[in-house]
T-cell receptor, first 113, second 111 residues
Framework: EAGVTQFPSHSVIEKGQTVTLRCDPISGHDNLYWYRRVMGKEIKFLLHFVKESKQDESGMPNNRFLAERTGGTYSTLKVQPAELEDSGVYFC???????????FGQGTRLTVV | GDSVTQMEGPVTLSEEAFLTINCTYTATGYPSLFWYVQYPGEGLQLLLKATKADDKGSNKGFEATYRKETTSFHLEKGSVQVSDSAVYFCALRKAGNMLTFGGGTRLMVKP
């Protein structure tokens, strides 16, 4: 069974540009989470989908970030326009339900220059 | 709000040395506690967990005991190997499956 996959693995963009990160959860997992680790600090929660609905988006830093999960399958996280402080590693995780283990992807390393 | 504090790294050890990575937490209620590991080039993997006070999680020779009285969940291993070199994250979880992570500790094991 395939794990959580994220695309791209690494992205370098200029300040002001737009970047879209993608996450494909494990098949059948209704719960999908986005986290990020900025500047080697702690990994912070961004938001949580249950199927296509946003269950909790309290961790989204500002309105430059837009997450979608159309059809309740894969999810995208768009940053527009990107700022220097958005650089970091963005992790996606999925779980079958809220009580079971969440499996993480390899992360997307975003560098804004 | 909830928070997790773990010792800053890097921690550099020789092979077969004893490892301790300290982790303390602040949270209301009764969280579950976790250690995740990220090996070079890979994603986060669950290493071990404990869901209630005095539980001991263990895996691959690593252990951690949920200590409610000291709000701690220190990670230990009796004899580290070069292959244990990675970044280790302590985390807690309450309702909703949202994880709160510590800052991560990089472990480097030299042969």
């Amino acid at each position: 069974e395939a794990g959580v996959t994220q695309f791209p693995s690494h992205s370098v963009i200029e300040k002001g540009q737009t970047v879209t990160l993608r996450c494909d959860p494990i098949s059948g997992h209704d719960n999908l989470y986005w986290y990020r680790r900025v500047m080697g600090k702690e990994i912070k929660f961004l938001l949580h989908f249950v199927k296509e609905s946003k269950q909790d988006e309290s961790g989204m830093p500002n309105n430059r970030f837009l997450a979608e999960r159309t059809g309740g399958t894969y999810s995208t996280l768009k940053v527009q326009p990107a700022e220097l402080e958005d650089s970091g590693v963005y992790f996606c995780a999925s779980s079958q339900d809220r009580q079971t283990e969440a499996f993480f992807g390899q992360g997307t390393r975003l560098t804004v220059v | 709000g909830d928070s997790v504090t773990q010792m800053e790294g890097p921690v550099t050890l020789s092979e077969e040395a004893f490892l301790t990575i300290n982790c303390t937490y602040t949270a209301t209620g009764y969280p579950s506690l976790f250690w995740y590991v990220q090996y070079p080039g890979e994603g986060l993997q669950l290493l071990l967990k404990a869901t209630k006070a005095d539980d001991k999680g263990s895996n691959k020779g690593f252990e951690a005991t949920y200590r409610k009285e000291t709000t701690s969940f220190h990670l230990e291993k009796g004899s580290v190997q070069v292959s244990d070199s990675a970044v280790y994250f302590c985390a807690l979880r309450k309702a909703g499956n949202m994880l709160t992570f510590g800052g991560g500790t990089r472990l480097m094991v030299k042969p």
